[in-house]
């Protein structure tokens, strides 16, 4: 986490630095889109879903950040582009005025096809939180598949609308075991700084951090940390710092400042609706369909691929059934989503020549949650912003970086909580099961417990120190660790295994993969950004090679 990864708690920085770096990344960026574009763009308007018996140049499946690349890089070369999302568009606000519901007082809103909330966070003071839910097409999934909690983002933007917002580059010398295949030199000097520069990347105003009421918490992790002789950072995120700002002085609608995060924000975090969407809404090329499904991929007699779409409404009951055929298919449905349909449509005899490689090498990220009791005459602060501004590196020593997140419960907990990203080296295969229809993953909840050791590295050493223990109220009969989930699936699609080195998939000229399957369950830090500049490079080349 050196050098591009993040920087270093001790160095300064002010707004207009901020604006200035931006600016000028962006100005790289926009030149790169220039070239790219091979035709004008139509008028931005909006386009209705897609329709039955259409023929389209180019589908992509999923909004993600992968998904949202290509199409946006296919229409600025001249490609029309039809994008199909599995969630909802998000863009109307319901009669309490908000697109999205908070953190603590989830509805509907909030959970995809559940009756019941599935929060990460289970309990508090040993007693559970979470509650009924009416079941719909909420923005935030939590999939229980072997053995493991899969948070994903349903919705226009995908993760993108529930993640922490955390933008980190890998160090470099830790890239090798990320994308072992991909030349580091070409991603840290092109296509990282065009995707932080894309994604609207930027770190906290570091005197405005040091007095911030609401980073009290993030400041004590830090003094922690470093205490216990650990190196504390600052990490970048695309939330609008200068908006958290207003927030904190009430001259702006708060959003991380009201504990909004886990269910979406209504304000301030640079999701990809205002980023890469905003800018493909501009080229006029790309159909986007909300609420629609792609259930089947397979070859067309006339050359191209028939794909199969269900229609769905806001209580997940398929309303219509449409078939498309499609020149060229981009699988983005996310790691789970795509390794899923992939591995289904093998076995079920749609797509026979893919690579036996396809449903391998899925992983956590070694995911892995604690939280630590602060002694009662130690504050973390009744308010906590929501977007995480700091971690902790112990990865070259302890194979772990933790994020100090937040407990924005309103009132004063004397807890800090964690977010680990771990050197876990297990992985699980997707398989298709005859009997019951369905694909299955094989991971077991035992594989935890190297990312449980190998995150004490960092937190049994701040507890010494201190003179501290663990908190053993806040995941139910888990105990101490929340061992039950992961918020960043990666890979059963590996790049250069199942597909070659660009996500063109083995045995079918025209399937491509381009989200977070194709890296082998691990980037050592949030993946966002990984997945956005690898998908930045993929389809770099597939637009001046296969168009």
């Not at 582009?81 to 309490?96: A, C, F, N, Q, R």
């Not at 216990?228 to 009430?250: I, K, T």
């Not at 956005?532 to 001046?544: D, G, K, M």
Request: charge should be positive.
């Amino acid at each position: 986490m050196k050098g591009t990864t993040t920087e270093g708690s001790g160095s300064t920085g002010t707004s207009r630095r901020r604006f200035i770096a931006g600016a000028s990344a962006l100005a790289g960026a926009a030149a790169w889109a220039g070239r790219t574009a091979t035709a004008p763009a139509r008028a931005a308007t909006a386009r209705g879903p897609v329709e039955d018996g259409a023929r389209v140049a180019a589908l992509v499946i999923g909004s993600g950040y992968g998904g949202c690349v290509a199409a946006l890089r296919l229409a600025q070369a001249g490609v029309d582009v039809h994008l199909i999302e599995k969630g909802m568009s998000w863009d109307t606000p319901g009669p309490d005025g908000r697109i999205f519901c908070g953190t603590l007082d989830p509805d509907h809103r909030s959970y995809w096809l559940r009756t019941r909330t599935r929060q990460p966070v289970s309990s508090f003071l040993g007693l559970p939180v979470d509650r009924p839910v009416p079941r719909y097409t909420g923005v935030l999934d939590a999939e229980d598949m072997g053995g493991i909690t899969v948070y994903q983002g349903r919705g226009l933007g995908g993760g993108s609308l529930v993640n922490g917002g955390m933008a980190v580059t890998p160090a470099r010398e830790n890239f090798g075991a990320v994308l072992p295949s991909v030349d580091a030199e070409e991603m840290y000097r092109r296509y990282y700084p065009r995707a932080n520069a894309a994604l609207g990347v930027a770190t906290v105003d570091r005197d405005w951090f040091e007095t911030a009421e609401c980073y009290r918490y993030a400041r004590l992790g830090r003094e922690q940390a470093e205490r216990a002789g650990l190196r504390s950072v600052f990490v970048p995120n695309v939330y609008d710092w200068e908006y958290m700002e207003r927030e904190a002085e009430r001259t702006a609608p708060r959003s991380a400042l009201a504990g909004e995060v886990l269910y979406g924000n209504n304000h301030g975090k640079k999701s990809l609706q205002r980023t890469y969407l905003a800018r493909i809404r501009e080229t006029g090329r790309v159909t986007v369909s909300p609420l629609h499904e792609v259930v089947s991929v397979s070859p067309a007699r006339d050359g191209g691929y028939t794909v199969v779409v269900h229609r769905t409404d806001t209580g997940g009951v398929v309303r219509a059934t449409k078939t498309v055929t499609a020149d060229k298919v981009f699988f983005a449905a996310g790691s789970v989503g795509t390794s899923k349909l992939l591995t289904r449509l093998r076995a079920t005899g749609a797509l026979p020549r893919l690579s036996d490689e396809v449903g391998r090498g899925w992983g956590d990220n070694g995911n892995i949650m604690c939280a630590r009791a602060n002694h009662l005459w130690t504050r973390t602060g009744t308010l906590q912003s929501t977007i995480p501004a700091t971690g902790i590196d112990n990865w070259t020593a302890g194979g772990a970086f933790g994020e100090v997140v937040p407990l924005p419960t309103g009132i004063e907990t004397h807890a800090s909580l964690y977010l680990s990203i771990t050197r876990n080296p297990h992985r699980a295969e997707f398989s298709w099961n005859p009997r019951s229809g369905r694909v299955e993953l094989n991971w077991r909840r035992a594989w935890k417990r190297p990312a449980v050791e190998l995150a004490r590295t960092i937190y049994d050493r701040i507890n010494t120190r201190e003179g501290t223990g663990y908190r053993y109220d806040l995941f139910g009969a888990r105990g101490a660790w929340g061992d039950h989930l992961t918020y960043h699936p990666l890979g059963g699609v590996v790049l250069n295994r199942a597909t070659d080195n660009y996500g063109r998939l083995r045995g079918y000229a025209g399937l491509y993969v381009i989200d977070g399957s194709l890296i082998p369950g691990n980037t050592t830090v949030n993946p966002f950004v990984t997945i956005t500049a690898l998908a930045e490079r993929n389809i770099e080349a597939i637009v001046a090679n296969d168009l």
